[in-house]
């Protein structure tokens, strides 16, 4: 399947294993929470400090219903260790193979996520999307949680 997400489409759907190992549904935050998903590309150098603007940002937006829900492209050890760089990670990081990355158009043809954002509102549509690790610093993502949600 395809990139088939954009604004005012209904987001699409999955389950994932946190690294906690839980299991976390997007539907689960339907009705009450606006779930802001968060793509992380494991590799990259930067990833480390793309965690901990994404956990300051968590952090913010609790107040606001907002939950970040961060995916990386990698096995579950992989996302552990990644983890672990974060002392005090303030929001369900999952694993993902690649296949949910598809679903929302943030899978690079070499098989690696790119940073991407998307904020999903109470009934399950998105509301916004930005691309590149900048939309997933703290400053805009609470800008643009301002901006959607009222």
Do not use: H
């Not at 996302?79 to 002392?87: D, G, N």
């Not at 990670?89 to 098989?111: E, H, I, M, N, T």
Request: some cysteine; hydrophobic content about 45%.
């Amino acid at each position: 399947m395809g990139y088939d997400s954009g604004v005012g489409r209904a987001a699409p759907t999955f389950t994932l294993t946190a690294v906690d190992g839980g299991e976390i549904k997007l539907n689960q935050y339907r009705g009450d929470w606006f779930p802001v998903l968060a793509f992380i590309p494991t590799q990259s150098p930067g990833a480390a400090e793309l965690l901990g603007q994404l956990s300051k940002a968590a952090d913010a937006l609790w107040g606001l219903r907002g939950q970040v829900v961060g995916v990386c492209d990698a096995s579950a050890d992989e996302c552990k260790a990644l983890a672990a760089k974060v002392p005090g990670l303030a929001f369900p990081l999952l694993c993902d193979d690649g296949s949910v990355a598809q679903l929302y158009g943030a899978l690079r043809k070499d098989g690696t996520a790119r940073p991407m954002a998307f904020i999903i509102d109470r009934a399950g549509k998105i509301v916004w999307t930005g691309d590149g690790a900048a939309a997933l610093t703290q400053a805009s993502l609470l800008a643009a949680f301002r901006k959607v949600v009222r």
